[in-house]
């Protein structure tokens, strides 16, 4: 959307590179507190820490935040959950890298901060309006962040059990399958709990779809674009980076692919696809 990109384009420079660094960081401090004084975490963790909207309607507006500090992942034993929990911070650690690369620094700060807030939204939600406290923790969090991932990246594999390759579509796809269960038989209160800790999401790729690629005059340009290729004299090349140059002619195992965010018709070698600066005409 137009107001969006004005948005990124205004407070750009303002966003936090390599925030998923400094979210794995909270995440390692707290598995530490866990795994040496797991009682004691809790107690604290629940009485200070955590998403309660009754005690933040009354002042301790900092559990927006340090909710945080509870890892993406807990073992039966403590060992257990040493091991599982550094594997689970190395591997959000890289998702959140990865979608930052992807996004940029303030695409993904945007998403991760109105994650964030959903978690908070769905908190007080459940307390005005069902009357229930809800202990949210980073799991719906974490979610929004891996489902992002397998949108992007589908065909990326994770070893399950460290043993069996699994795509992330269809990680995805189970995940979603268990949010789609607990909707259909779960209560209203859990069902609106859901709906709003995954609601950035949507909102996001709302926000950043370009939609001007469904107006009239785009889709004429594209109409004459491919009249263009009809004619095209043999030999030459049909596609060229818009950075390095390059074409299929220049290596067979060359891809070429269009910028879904750039205005106009500039397209890009897999070297340069993500790593190019986005092309945006200012509105006259």
């Given at each position: 959307m137009k107001f969006f990109r004005d948005f990124e384009r205004k407070f750009y420079k303002y966003a936090i590179s390599n925030l998923m660094y400094y979210i794995v960081v909270l995440y390692a401090v707290g598995l530490i507190f866990f795994v040496v004084m797991p009682e004691m975490y809790f107690q604290v963790y629940t009485q200070y820490l955590c998403l309660d909207a009754r005690a933040i309607l009354h002042g301790q507006i900092w559990r927006a935040a340090t909710f945080l500090i509870y890892p993406p992942s807990f073992g039966m034993f403590r060992f257990t959950s040493l091991f599982f929990?550094?594997?689970?911070?190395?591997?959000?650690?890289?998702?959140?890298?990865?979608?930052?690369n992807v996004w940029g620094s303030f695409r993904f700060n945007v998403f991760f901060f109105m994650g964030m807030l959903a978690q908070v939204a769905a908190c007080l939600l459940g307390y005005l309006v069902f009357g229930q406290i809800w202990p949210l923790t980073t799991g719906f969090l974490n979610a929004s962040i891996?489902?992002?991932?397998?949108?992007?990246?589908?065909?990326?594999?994770?070893?399950?059990?460290?043993?069996?390759p699994v795509k992330a579509k269809w990680l995805a796809v189970a995940e979603c399958a268990v949010y789609l269960y607990s909707f259909i038989f779960g209560s209203a209160a859990d069902r609106c709990e859901l709906l709003v800790s995954l609601a950035n999401i949507l909102v996001f790729f709302l926000l950043t779809r370009n939609y001007s690629r469904y107006s009239l005059k785009e889709r004429q340009r594209k109409i004459n674009f491919?009249?263009?290729?009809?004619?095209?004299?043999?030999?030459?090349?049909?596609?060229?980076?818009?950075?390095?140059?390059r074409t299929e002619l220049d290596g067979e195992n060359l891809e070429f692919r269009y910028c879904s965010k750039c205005e106009g018709s500039f397209e890009y070698c897999q070297d340069h696809l993500y790593t190019h600066k986005h092309v945006i005409k200012e509105e006259e």
């Amino acid at each position: 959307m137009k107001f969006f990109r004005d948005f990124e384009r205004k407070f750009y420079k303002y966003a936090i590179s390599n925030l998923m660094y400094y979210i794995v960081v909270l995440y390692a401090v707290g598995l530490i507190f866990f795994v040496v004084m797991p009682e004691m975490y809790f107690q604290v963790y629940t009485q200070y820490l955590c998403l309660d909207a009754r005690a933040i309607l009354h002042g301790q507006i900092w559990r927006a935040a340090t909710f945080l500090i509870y890892p993406p992942s807990f073992g039966m034993f403590r060992f257990t959950s040493l091991f599982f929990g550094i594997i689970a911070l190395f591997m959000y650690h890289n998702l959140g890298q990865t979608l930052e690369n992807v996004w940029g620094s303030f695409r993904f700060n945007v998403f991760f901060f109105m994650g964030m807030l959903a978690q908070v939204a769905a908190c007080l939600l459940g307390y005005l309006v069902f009357g229930q406290i809800w202990p949210l923790t980073t799991g719906f969090l974490n979610a929004s962040i891996f489902l992002a991932f397998a949108m992007y990246f589908p065909d990326a594999q994770f070893l399950l059990f460290f043993v069996l390759p699994v795509k992330a579509k269809w990680l995805a796809v189970a995940e979603c399958a268990v949010y789609l269960y607990s909707f259909i038989f779960g209560s209203a209160a859990d069902r609106c709990e859901l709906l709003v800790s995954l609601a950035n999401i949507l909102v996001f790729f709302l926000l950043t779809r370009n939609y001007s690629r469904y107006s009239l005059k785009e889709r004429q340009r594209k109409i004459n674009f491919k009249k263009e290729m009809k004619i095209r004299p043999k030999g030459a090349a049909r596609h060229k980076c818009a950075v390095c140059g390059r074409t299929e002619l220049d290596g067979e195992n060359l891809e070429f692919r269009y910028c879904s965010k750039c205005e106009g018709s500039f397209e890009y070698c897999q070297d340069h696809l993500y790593t190019h600066k986005h092309v945006i005409k200012e509105e006259e």
